[in-house]
């Protein structure tokens, strides 16, 4: 019989257990014995084990109360690993990250939480260097999407860093296997993001406008969604060099760089609320002041 408690679904808990994915893993973060390394959902422990061999330290974020203790007592003997009971969309990341010092963030995500997990450690001050994690295959591809199939994910995620999709993984590498299949992606951090942006949160609040029927055209998209007249729009897709007519997931991110520029230039006072756009809800409401 198995010595650990049933998978708890609710928490996501698609337990790796085929060792070449796991080697996969730690082949894409380039690890070296000076590295120091944060995961997330350690679970059973199949990542901690190889990571804890290789960084010259490990802390690792677990929210079940029972895996989190059964790693703490495992690896207590081990000064370089520290195990924290906590979730990983609210853990104050100053607390388990080394300050002025590069860390790699490594995961076999639960897929439940796998987005605002990524996003928070990527809109965090002390960003990962690199992050190397197992998410659905259909969000790794919409992460490392190009112009022709671009979302707010990917905008979101290319904004930060490049992301590649190192291998897919099949739901039989898991137990209990998933309904889908899976992918590890890796994403090598920017130290700044890739556009120059005076407001994160009005950026995205132009692009999740952008997004808000990616089956329309640009120009109507930010019309409804920004309440801008026609011509307004037109004139600031004009100055941003580009065709109303194109469809938001055809603009790259230089794209919405210079159409946020343009845009910025006539309405400098629009504010996002940053937890809807934590959440991708539509912005509802009076613009306020952000952070
Ligand atoms: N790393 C292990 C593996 O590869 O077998 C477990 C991966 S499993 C997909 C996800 C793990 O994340 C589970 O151990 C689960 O309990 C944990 N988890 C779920 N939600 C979490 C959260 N919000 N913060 C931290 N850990 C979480």
């Known amino acids: 019989m198995s010595q650990y408690a049933p998978a708890k679904k609710s ?11 796991v080697s996969r893993v730690i082949t894409a973060a380039d690890l ?16 901690t084990r190889p990571l804890a061999e290789r960084a010259a330290s490990l802390t690792a ?9 059964a790693l703490a007592t495992e690896f207590a003997s081990q000064p370089h690993v520290r195990i924290v009971h906590a979730d990983a969309r609210e853990v104050d990341i100053a607390s388990v990250t080394p ?20 996003r928070r450690f990527l809109e965090a001050e002390h960003k990962p260097s690199m992050m190397v994690f197992m998410v659905q295959r259909e969000v790794a591809r919409n992460m490392t999407a190009v112009p022709g199939d671009m979302s707010l994910l990917s905008v979101a995620i290319q904004l930060y860093g490049k992301p590649r999709i190192v291998v897919g993984v099949p739901p039989r590498a898991f137990r209990p296997a998933p309904k889908v299949t899976s992918a590890i992606v890796r994403i090598d951090v920017y130290p700044q993001p890739a556009l120059a942006l005076d407001s994160i949160d009005a950026f995205f609040t132009l692009v999740r406008a952008g997004f808000s029927a990616p089956r329309k055209q640009v120009h109507n998209c930010l019309q409804q969604s920004l309440s801008i007249p026609r011509n307004e729009v037109e004139t600031i897709l004009s100055e941003a060099g580009i065709d109303p007519r194109r469809r938001p997931q055809t603009l790259s991110l230089d794209d919405w760089g210079s159409l946020y520029g343009a845009w910025r230039l006539r309405y400098p006072d629009t504010h996002a609320d940053p937890q809807s756009l934590r959440e991708n809800k539509p912005h509802t409401g009076s613009p306020r002041a952000t952070r």
């Open 99 to 118: 300050p002025d010092t590069a860390y790699k963030l490594i995961a076999n995500l639960p897929y439940y939480a796998a987005q605002p997990i990524i």
């Open 32 to 47: 070296a014995s000076d590295d120091i390394v944060l995961e997330i959902g350690p679970g059973r422990g199949i990542l």
């Open 11 to 21: 928490l996501g808990q698609n337990f790796l257990v085929d060792r070449r994915i």
């Open 61 to 69: 974020i677990e929210l079940d109360d029972h895996l989190a203790a």
